[in-house]
Structures are given as structure tokens and as C-alpha cells.
């Protein structure tokens, strides 16, 4: 096939996948152009790209699934190739056809390889006839109840009635026993109905303690075929991946290899052309069986990027661009290990079900060549109703799998996410498995230890509390005690010199459905970086002291000294730690004797020095009269009184560096 010249491409996808597709595509100098939907009109995706166009509302089918539309728009910004990432218009045979047809490229396999493995059945017997080992099992024409039953008793028990044309772990039915087989059948063909509108089903063998292996496959359109090796995804929850890992723990050189070569059978059986990934059971025996073909890039991609040291969407562009493999098989080799856990805003203690909400936080590990983040959302981005709720992609690597798990629990410990109820606290828990440690792996894995996985805090709530009333009473102190600019400045003494005449602030926190009270009383803090405070918590006093720091609170509970992660959001404060969280309200308890004056603080408009301060604790100030004078990148802003005013107290003085929205001046409004 001659070479083609991708220039442009359109990519018909949102999310982590669309972000990840023209970091690539940029690089290789293409130009990208992505489509979205309303809820997406600033998402990630759309900023990155060179250009971005509405294709319509927000639920999927009327956006993202208008194979017309987008191909529309890829004709009017002359877009040379469609890329269709994963899910969506990935496994459309008619839109990547309606593309060839326009003559505008679909980067993936020709319309009739992606048929060929639309349907479970007809790929069993595309296989069968490839001579590829299948599991035990019938997907004929015939689909009386009779003969499926019949069919079913002749394979034996237990027994998996699949949907030929489902996907994502639906329509799928476990059968123990023969009497229970016509129940298990009408309920399958309803679910498969309903999600797929073809009842059609295939019974096979149901394996009890199977791995999920499965090969990256590669093919190009001058008929070379290779393999990437293989990704163990056994590790499930509703037969959907959570943790992904290459290579797959434990597999023999030797049968690493025959997968391999059956892999690129079944690709060649339906001359397959791009990226595309071989599924396969693999039993406790070292025998292994063909299940389906996913004839696009997979979520878990990276992994086998990380241990192949390659960019599989550029081989995607590049094989589409009708050039060869850049890579014979004798080429390929594997280094390291990699693990890739899908971060879900869901909830692991309510059946996993999905979550929404903004995320009003997002901090991320420290991204190097041992830990990658792919994802399409920074912080006040919504996680909607309206499409997948994977938030995104961490993925580790290391020398050898004990060293990549050690690097994913770390990462999970960094990945801070606040706003909503994620999976992170129970990937950590899954990454600190002892059986997940050990590789004892099967598809089973999650059900098997489910009680392991429960989440129950630690009972210690206490030191999450004091961290939380550090940053509190940090908080209000208008300068961070660690950021001090003049040492010897009384206003940089912090001991307890607001207003409180004995001395003590109450906190109260929600947490959950429980209101917690904190006193807090300051103490003389033995350092200048430092605060002291004793706080009352549950009848006991912690003498407590630290700082806060770039979103840490350093803590130091009678000599023992802790650091925890902590986001801040007006009222709400979460405190992270070791991928759990805890999102504290702060209840308001100011009210009673100062009720009737109300107070309105004045703060800092821009980060700068204050150059005059024009009042003193306990003058009466007019509306418009002016009361300090500060200065910043050689512009002079005068803070002035907003209405009649008593000066309760001044907190800063000539000379003093202030940030900005730092409290200045402390007044009571005068009725
Ligand atoms: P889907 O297309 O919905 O993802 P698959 O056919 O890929 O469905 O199967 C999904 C998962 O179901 C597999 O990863 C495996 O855990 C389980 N599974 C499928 N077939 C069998 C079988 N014959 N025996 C045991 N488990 C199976």
C-alpha cells in the first residue's frame, strides 16, 4: 500500500485517551483536532488540541456516538485520519468503513476485521478454523432452548452463557447446574437484549481459577505481524479491569512465546492491520484459551509501553501512514515491570458503584520515568453522569514487580483527590495485598478477598483531627509561622495574641454525621518555624506543635513527629493520609455576644509590602477613610473602610511582606 501522509487528525474520543492520543500526535508535528460534547467545552482535551468543535449534548449518544457528525466535522477542518481511541466509535465497523469511504484514514483495523470480532460466536469460529485453542463450548446458529441446554449438559458444570455481542463485563451468566440453566439463560438473553438489542448467546466451559492474560498485537499493511508481549488483568471487579500488569508474574518463556505466536495467528486469521489485543484465559495448567480480540488500543496500553519502551499510538500513526513496523519481533524485548491502576471516582464500600461530583482537588505524584499519569482533568473539572468515571491512569515501572509495587503504593499515596469518593484508599489496599504481593492472581482474586477490602478506618482518628486543628489555628494565623520575614517583629510572635481573652479557639469539625469538638489553647512554641498549641479532644489534652507547609502539616504529638497532606477549600478541609482521606467540615460556631456586630475583615489584595498603616487598635474609622497603604511591582493600593468602622487590630506593620488574601486588619462594623 503506498504511504499515506497523516497531517491532521481528528479524535473522536474525550477524556485521558484523547489527551494521550495528541501529546503523541503533536509530537510527531500532526495537528490534532477534537471534537466535544456541552459538559466538555473546557475540558483538557479541547485545550490541548489545535482545534475543537461542538458536536452536540452531552449524553454520549447524541455527541460522542454521532459517527455523521464527526465525520462531518472531519471533513470541514480537512482532517486526513480519525483516530477513535478506545470505547465510543472504536469497534464501529460502519464508521470506520463511512471513514475509508470519505477517504479519510481510521486509525485502527479495516471494517471487516472489526466485524470478523464484533460477535463472540463468529470470532470462536474464525479461531476454531485458525486452529486457535478455544475453552469448551458451543456458539452455533441454533439458539432453541433445547439445544443450548442440551449443549450446556453435554460441556458440564460450572458453565458461562455469554452474550455474542457483549462487552464490558455485561451480559454474562455463571451456571452451577443443570436445573438452573434455563433460569440463568432467559435472564442472560434479557440483560443482552436490552444492552446489546441481539439476544443471541454462546455457552462454554466455565474455568474456576483462570488468569486473564492477553497479548498486544501489532500488524501492518505489508502483511508484517508482531507481539508486544502480554498484560495480566486479572485482578476484576464485575469481570472489568482495576490493576493491569506486564509482563503477566510467573509465565514461562515458553508459553509466552506460543501465546505470542497464536496471538499473531488470530490477528493474521482476519487480516488485521494497527494495534489490537488478543484476549486469552490462562488456566492453572499452563493451558490457555482464546476468549475475544479487542480491535483497538486498550485503557491498559501503558504498561506495555513501559516495559517495551514505546509509544504505541505512534506506531498506530505510523503503520496507518502505510509504512512498515518500525520493530521486527527478534527487535522486541522486555525491561522491567509495570503496573497500571485505573484511579475510578467510585465507591469500593457501596458495591463500587460510580461517583460524581467536582473535583475540588487534584494532587498528583511526582511524575518521573518510574511513575506516569494519564488523565483528561485538573481540578474543578466534574466527573458527570454522563461518561466513564475513570478519573486516571497511574502507571509505575520498575526493575523487577516487588520494586513497581512499592512504586505504585507510593504514587497511590501522593494521589490526592478531593470532592469526591475515589478507589484510591482500596488500590492501596490491593498494592499492599499480601496474595497480590505474592502474584497468587485469578480472576477471582477481588470476590476471594473481598473482606480484606472493607475499608474500615484505623479506630486512631486522633492524630487526623490534631492535623486538622494545626491547620486550623495555622490558618488564622495571618502569616504562616514558617514564612515569617521579620523575625524579631511582636507580630511574628505567635502566642496566642488575637483576640481571645483566655486564650483558646474551639473548632468544631464534621466528619461523616459526627460533629467534633477541638479547643485549642496556644502554648509557647520553642521555635521560631514552629506553633505550640494543647488541644482538647474526646476529655484528653495533646500537646501538640508543627507547621504547614505547601499542603502538608507537620505534626509533632509529644514527640512524635508525622507528616500528612491536607487541600483547603474555604470550609472544607481534607487530610490525606496513606491513600486514605477524610473531607472535614468546618462548622461555624462564631455566634452569640458578637452576633449584633458583625465582622469584616480586610485582607490583602495582591502579595506586597505594607508601606503605611494610617490607624491603630481601637479607632473609629468613617466610610472611605483610608487605613493602610501597600505597595506591590511598583503600584500603591490604599485599603480603605468600607462603611463606619471600629479597628479592632491591625496586624501588620510598615515594612512587613504580606501574601495575597492575607487578613490585614481585624474591624468590627459599627451599626
Ligand atoms: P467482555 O467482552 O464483556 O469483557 P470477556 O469475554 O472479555 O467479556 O470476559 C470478561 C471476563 O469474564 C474475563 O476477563 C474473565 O474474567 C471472565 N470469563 C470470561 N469467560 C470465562 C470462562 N470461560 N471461564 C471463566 N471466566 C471467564
Known amino acids: 500500500m503506498a504511504t499515506i501522509n497523516i497531517n491532521k487528525i481528528l479524535i473522536a474520543n474525550r477524556g485521558e485517551i484523547a489527551c494521550r492520543i495528541i501529546r503523541t500526535a503533536q509530537r510527531m508535528g500532526i495537528e490534532c483536532v477534537a471534537v466535544y460534547s456541552d459538559a466538555d467545552r473546557s475540558a483538557q482535551h479541547v485545550l490541548l488540541a489545535d482545534e475543537a468543535w461542538h458536536i452536540g449534548d452531552a449524553p454520549a449518544k447524541e455527541s460522542y456516538l454521532r459517527a455523521d457528525v464527526i465525520l462531518d466535522v472531519a471533513k470541514r477542518s480537512n482532517a486526513d485520519a480519525v483516530h477513535p481511541g478506545y470505547g465510543f466509535l472504536s469497534e464501529n465497523a460502519e464508521f470506520a468503513d463511512a471513514c475509508a469511504k470519505n477517504q479519510i484514514k481510521f486509525i485502527g483495523p479495516p471494517k471487516a476485521a472489526i466485524e470478523a470480532m464484533g460477535s463472540k460466536s463468529e470470532a470462536k469460529n474464525i479461531m476454531h478454523k485458525a486452529g486457535v485453542p478455544l475453552v469448551q463450548g458451543y456458539h452455533g446458529e441454533d439458539q432453541s432452548e433445547q439445544r443450548l441446554q442440551q449443549e450446556a449438559d453435554k460441556i458440564g458444570y460450572p458453565l458461562l452463557i455469554k452474550a455474542t455481542a457483549g462487552g464490558g463485563g455485561k451480559g454474562m451468566r455463571v451456571v452451577e447446574s443443570s436445573a438452573d440453566f434455563i433460569d440463568a439463560l432467559n435472564s442472560c438473553k434479557r440483560e443482552a437484549k436490552s444492552s446489546f438489542g441481539d439476544d443471541k448467546v454462546l455457552v462454554e466451559k466455565y474455568l474456576t481459577k483462570p488468569r486473564h492474560v492477553e497479548i498486544q498485537v501489532f500488524a501492518d499493511s505489508l502483511n ?30 515458553d508459553i509466552r512465546d506460543k501465546m505470542g505466536q497464536v496471538a499473531i495467528t488470530a490477528a493474521r486469521a482476519i487480516g488485521y492491520e494497527g494495534a489490537g489485543t488478543v484476549e486469552f484465559l490462562y488456566d492453572e495448567d499452563g493451558s490457555f484459551y482464546f476468549m475475544e480480540m479487542n480491535t483497538r488500543l486498550q485503557v491498559e496500553h501503558p504498561v506495555t509501553e513501559k516495559i517495551t519502551g514505546l509509544d504505541l499510538v505512534e506506531w498506530q500513526i505510523t503503520v496507518a501512514n502505510g509504512l512498515p513496523l518500525p520493530l521486527s519481533q527478534q527487535q522486541l524485548s522486555i525491561n522491567g515491570h509495570a503496573f497500571e491502576a485505573r484511579i475510578y471516582a467510585e465507591d469500593p464500600n457501596n458495591n463500587y458503584l460510580p461517583t460524581t461530583g467536582q473535583i475540588t482537588h487534584l494532587g498528583l505524584p511526582a511524575l518521573n520515568e518510574n511513575v506516569r499519569v494519564d488523565s483528561g482533568i485538573v481540578a474543578g473539572d466534574n466527573v458527570s453522569v454522563y461518561y466513564d468515571p475513570m478519573i486516571a491512569k497511574l502507571i509505575v515501572w520498575d526493575k523487577d514487580r516487588t520494586s513497581a509495587l ?11 483527590v478531593a470532592g469526591l469518593t475515589t478507589n484510591i484508599e482500596f488500590l492501596h489496599q490491593l498494592a499492599s495485598h499480601k496474595a497480590f504481593n505474592d502474584a497468587d492472581l485469578d480472576t477471582h482474586f477481588l470476590e476471594k478477598h473481598d473482606g480484606d477490602f472493607t475499608l474500615e478506618r484505623e479506630q486512631n482518628e486522633t492524630e487526623i483531627l490534631l492535623a486538622a486543628s494545626l491547620q486550623v489555628m495555622m490558618q488564622q494565623s495571618a502569616v504562616p509561622a514558617n514564612r515569617t520575614i521579620d523575625a524579631d517583629s511582636p507580630w511574628n510572635d505567635h502566642t496566642g495574641w488575637r483576640l481571645n481573652e483566655d486564650n483558646f479557639h474551639v473548632i468544631d469539625f464534621a466528619l461523616n454525621d459526627r460533629v467534633i469538638s477541638v479547643t485549642a489553647h496556644f502554648r509557647d512554641s520553642n521555635t521560631r518555624c514552629t506553633q505550640a498549641f494543647s488541644f482538647e479532644l474526646d476529655g484528653k489534652t495533646y500537646p501538640v506543635s508543627g507547621y504547614v507547609d505547601n499542603n502538608k502539616i507537620h505534626l509533632n504529638i509529644e514527640g512524635h513527629q508525622s507528616v500528612v497532606s491536607y487541600a483547603r477549600e474555604n470550609n472544607r478541609l481534607v487530610i490525606f493520609r ?6 472535614l467540615e468546618l462548622v461555624d460556631n462564631s455566634v452569640s455576644e458578637d452576633d449584633t456586630k458583625s465582622q469584616a475583615n480586610l485582607s490583602a489584595p495582591m502579595p506586597g509590602t505594607v508601606i503605611d498603616v494610617l490607624v491603630k487598635n481601637g479607632d473609629q474609622v468613617e466610610e472611605g477613610q483610608a487605613l493602610m497603604v501597600m505597595e506591590a511591582m511598583k503600584m500603591e493600593h490604599t485599603i480603605k473602610a468600607h462603611q463606619s468602622l471600629t479597628v479592632k487590630e491591625v496586624l501588620y506593620q510598615v515594612g512587613d511582606l504580606v501574601d495575597d488574601g492575607a487578613e490585614l486588619i481585624v474591624v468590627e462594623e459599627n451599626s
Open 224 to 253: 508484517n505481524a508482531v507481539h508486544l508481549f502480554e498484560r495480566d488483568c486479572s485482578v476484576q471487579r464485575r469481570h472489568q479491569k482495576v490493576i493491569e500488569e506486564a509482563p503477566a508474574p510467573g509465565l514461562s518463556e
Open 406 to 416: 512499592a512504586r505504585l503504593r507510593g504514587a497511590l499515596k501522593d494521589f490526592h
Open 578 to 583: 496513606n491513600a486514605a482521606n477524610w473531607q
